[in-house]
Structure formats: structure tokens, C-alpha cells
T-cell receptor
Framework: DVKVTQSSRYLVKRTGEKVFLECVQDMDHENMFWYRQDPGLGLRLIYFSYDVKMKEKGDIPEGYSVSREKKERFSLILESASTNQTSMYLC???????????FGNGTRLTVT | KNQVEQSPQSLIILEGKNCTLQCNYTVSPFSNLRWYKQDTGRGPVSLTIMTFSENTKSNGRYTATLDADTKQSSLHITASQLSDSASYICVVSAGNNAGNMLTFGGGTRLMVKP
């Protein structure tokens, strides 16, 4: 079974802090994704990566950056956290275009 | 603009009863449609995929249908169990590029009561 592991289940950060969310997958998937999930808005794509060192903006990239130095690891960075970035963050990976997304269990981030 | 609308937003049913969740989409060009189940505190898990040529597909007590003409899909749950309590998310894929054009519905939150 594919395993996607997110480093933290819960995080509480202060406004202006730099925040790192880490995601690791163990199935050698090329494609990795970061989403945020908010009530009433569903999942929204922040960034995705289809290869090492490659990244593409999703629908809501503002305020975020990503890093993919190794195939199995995809990091989401909040350069200066703001309260409107309080949300559930979900990482996902998949092997091919028509394969299902495999999600981690999410990181609930609270910015105060 | 690609959109996926799900209804109802939430649903409460008694254990053992059946229910049907709806997904309407305006995604072009259509590639496939997936239903995901998301348990509380967990990430979504794929239940089934529907492609253009498929009308019906079953996965245990879950049956998905697709009407590509009306751009509607449904997920029918038979003989519901308490473990079916979850959010169900419809995701439609557009087939015009590398395939990262996924449009997510807002989900239906299902609660099954004993």
C-alpha cells in the first residue's frame, strides 16, 4: 500500500513565522501535490510537482512556496504565516495521470 | 470555468438504509470522474473511477453511475453501515494536458445513525 506521511498532524504558529510542512511518499511517485481544505470551499490546489526540482503553481499559490529536492519528499513553505492561512493542509501523490491520488492524513495548521 | 457541484451538502440516514449522492459537473474536455471517501481526521481515499464509456461500476456496497450526456454522476450506498459516515468527494479530471487539471466538488457529509 502507498503511504503518504505528513510530518505533523497539528501545528500552531504565530503570525509572521516561517512554517515548513513536510510530506514523504514511499512509492516512487513522480507527481506530488499540496492542497488546502476549508469548510465550504473543498480542496484547492496550492502547488504541484511532476519531478524533482520541478514545480507548478496551482489555483492559490500566493503566500506559499514549495521545495522538491528528492523524489519522495515535497515540502510546503509559508514564508510569513498569516491568520488566513489557518487551514487543513493535505499532501498527495500519484504515479500517473489517471492513477488515483494517495493522500496523507493532513496537517491542521492554526496561525494566531 | 470548470465546476463540480455536489448535493446534498449533508445527509443523515439510519443504519441499514440506502442513499444516493449526486455530482454534477461542467468540465471540458472530460477525462474521468472519481469518488473519494474521507473519514474524519484522515485524507481522502479513492472509491471508484468512471471513464467516458462506463455507465455503472460497483465496489462492494458502493455503486457509481455516470451519465456523460447530462454530465451527472451518482454514488449509491446500499445497506449503510456506521463506518460509511464520512465525507464523499467527487473529483473530475480534464483531459487536455498533463492531467493535473482536477476539479473537486465541495463534498457531501454523510452521517449514519444507529
Amino acid at each position: 500500500d502507498v503511504k503518504v506521511t505528513q510530518s505533523s498532524r497539528y501545528l500552531v504558529k504565530r503570525t509572521g513565522e516561517k512554517v515548513f510542512l513536510e510530506c514523504v511518499q514511499d512509492m516512487d511517485h513522480e507527481n506530488m501535490f499540496w492542497y488546502r481544505q476549508d469548510p465550504g470551499l473543498g480542496l484547492r490546489l496550492i502547488y504541484f510537482s511532476y519531478d524533482v526540482k520541478m514545480k507548478e503553481k496551482g489555483d492559490i499559490p500566493e503566500g506559499y512556496s514549495v521545495s522538491r529536492e528528492k523524489k519522495e519528499r515535497f515540502s510546503l513553505i509559508l514564508e510569513s504565516a498569516s491568520t488566513n492561512q489557518t487551514s487543513m493542509y493535505l499532501c498527495a501523490s500519484r504515479s500517473r495521470v489517471r492513477s488515483p491520488l494517495h493522500f496523507g492524513n493532513g496537517t491542521r495548521l492554526t496561525v494566531t | 470555468k470548470n465546476q463540480v457541484e455536489q448535493s446534498p451538502q449533508s445527509l443523515i440516514i439510519l443504519e441499514g438504509k440506502n442513499c444516493t449522492l449526486q455530482c454534477n459537473y461542467t468540465v471540458s474536455p472530460f477525462s474521468n470522474l472519481r469518488w473519494y471517501k474521507q473519514d474524519t481526521g484522515r485524507g481522502p481515499v479513492s472509491l471508484t473511477i468512471m471513464t467516458f464509456s462506463e455507465n455503472t461500476k460497483s465496489n462492494g456496497r458502493y455503486t457509481a453511475t455516470l451519465d456523460a450526456d447530462t454530465k451527472q454522476s451518482s454514488l449509491h450506498i446500499t445497506a449503510s453501515q456506521l463506518s460509511d459516515s464520512a465525507s464523499y468527494i467527487c473529483v473530475v479530471s480534464a483531459g487536455n494536458n498533463a492531467g493535473n487539471m482536477l476539479t473537486f466538488g465541495g463534498g457531501t457529509r454523510l452521517m449514519v445513525k444507529p
